[in-house]
């Protein structure tokens, strides 16, 4: 059974100009959600027009910032260098081995 089918209209005149001042509310809120989500596509556009900046880097850079996650994407970083010259060396030889 779906959740629509199960909900009960309200009758109240009130309880009804709540629940459309709600989605109303709601909508707006959407609404500076994707203003907001463009304004930060052209400043990132801005950034690499600019100064060359890579928009994946720019996104990393505001991610650690806003995030507060600069400690744990350096230390996940660090793995990951880690592993990989464990691995495939320092990335100095660029070389492809054949695997027979």
Do not use: C, W
Not at 2 to 25: C, G, M, W, Y
Not at 27 to 48: P, T, V
Not at 70 to 92: P, R
């Amino acid at each position: 059974m779906s959740v629509i089918s199960e909900f009960k209209l309200p009758t109240d005149p009130t309880d009804l100009t709540r629940i459309k001042n709600a989605v109303l509310d709601a909508a707006a809120e959407q609404q500076m959600i994707e203003d907001r989500k463009e304004s930060i596509k052209d400043i990132r556009d801005g950034m690499k027009a600019q100064y060359d900046l890579p928009p994946t880097l720019f996104n990393k850079l505001v991610k650690a910032h806003h995030e507060h996650k600069y400690d744990e994407m350096t230390v996940e970083h660090s793995i990951f260098e880690l592993v990989y010259e464990s691995i495939l060396g320092d990335g100095s030889n660029n070389n492809l081995v054949d695997v027979v």
